[in-house]
Nanobody, 125 residues
Framework: QVQVVESGGGLVQAGDSLRLSCVLS????????MGWVRQAPGKEREFVAA????????AYADSVKGRFTISRDNAKKTVYLQMNSLKREDTAVYYC??????????????????WGQGTQVTVSS
């Protein structure tokens, strides 16, 4: 059974940093593409970032490019999302997602098969 478990959300002020973590079990982590998707209240789900199986390729939404960094540690079966210079508009539930690695890294949330339960990130001004 595939399990995706996020942690690290919380309440921060604008301009602060936060790091989310996600542990994958029940699936070969080193073969899996990993990503983050977020959903703000009243809005559609938004792709945030993704990383391929080896970590050699990453992709970001324009809204977070230059502020967020996705990385992975295959030995720990963990993917991270380092979020810097947080803005109020980053407030959302952040979901860790996983899917089969593809030749081109998928940048849409629908491309990922398994999702975690989500972790809340709230940025206050």
């Amino acid at each position: 059974q595939v399990q995706v478990v996020e942690s690290g959300g919380g309440l921060v002020q604008a301009g602060d940093s936060l790091r989310l973590s996600c542990v994958l079990s029940g699936r070969t982590f080193s073969w899996s593409a990993m990503g983050w998707v977020r959903q703000a209240p009243g809005k559609e789900r938004e792709f945030v970032a993704a990383i391929n199986y080896s970590g050699s390729s990453t992709a970001y939404a324009d809204s977070v490019k230059g502020r967020f960094t996705i990385s992975r540690d295959n030995a720990k079966k963990t993917v991270y999302l380092q979020m810097n210079s947080l803005k109020r508009e980053d407030t959302a539930v952040y979901y860790c997602v996983t899917g089969t690695s593809r030749p081109v890294l998928a940048v849409t949330s629908s491309a990922y098969d398994y999702w975690g339960q989500g972790t809340q990130v709230t940025v206050s001004s």
